[in-house]
């Protein structure tokens, strides 16, 4: 039974820092494409991840890039992200996201591409 458990939100203040987790479980990790997705209070999830990883690239949203970063520990089956100088309009629930055949490729934004999902953190940013 394939698992994806994120934890790691909160609540900061505008300027702070935190840094989600994505345990995978019930598959193997290394050589799959993993994401990070989110979804604002009272929106639809935002259309596209906002991260992708696997052992050969690393692909940003143009909304987090140069604030957020990705990363894996294959040993741990475990995926990170660690957001620097949030601001308000970052608060969301954070979904991490695998898919269970394919390295991310060249389309690792596409919601379509990911198969298994978490449940979910919320993070809430004040300002």
């Known amino acids: 039974q394939v698992q994806l458990a994120e934890s790691g939100g909160g609540s900061v203040h505008a300027g702070g820092s935190l840094k989600l987790s994505c345990v995978v479980s019930?598959?193997?990790?290394?050589?799959?494409?993993l994401g990070w997705f989110r979804q604002a209070p009272g929106m639809e999830r935002e259309l596209g991840a906002i991260?992708?990883?696997?052992?050969?690239?690393?692909t940003y949203a143009d909304s987090v890039k140069g604030r957020f970063t990705v990363s894996q520990d294959n040993t741990k089956k475990t995926m990170y992200l660690q957001m620097n100088d949030l601001k308000p309009e970052d608060t969301a629930t954070y979904f991490c996201?695998?898919?269970?055949?394919?390295?991310?490729?060249?389309?690792?934004?596409?919601?379509?591409?990911?198969?298994?999902w978490g449940q979910g953190t919320q993070v809430t940013v004040s300002s």
């Open positions: 996201a695998r898919d269970r055949y394919w390295r991310c490729g060249t389309n690792p934004m596409l919601d379509s591409k990911y198969d298994d």
């Open positions: 019930g598959l193997p990790f290394a050589d799959y494409c």
């Open positions: 991260a992708g990883i696997d052992d050969d690239s690393i």
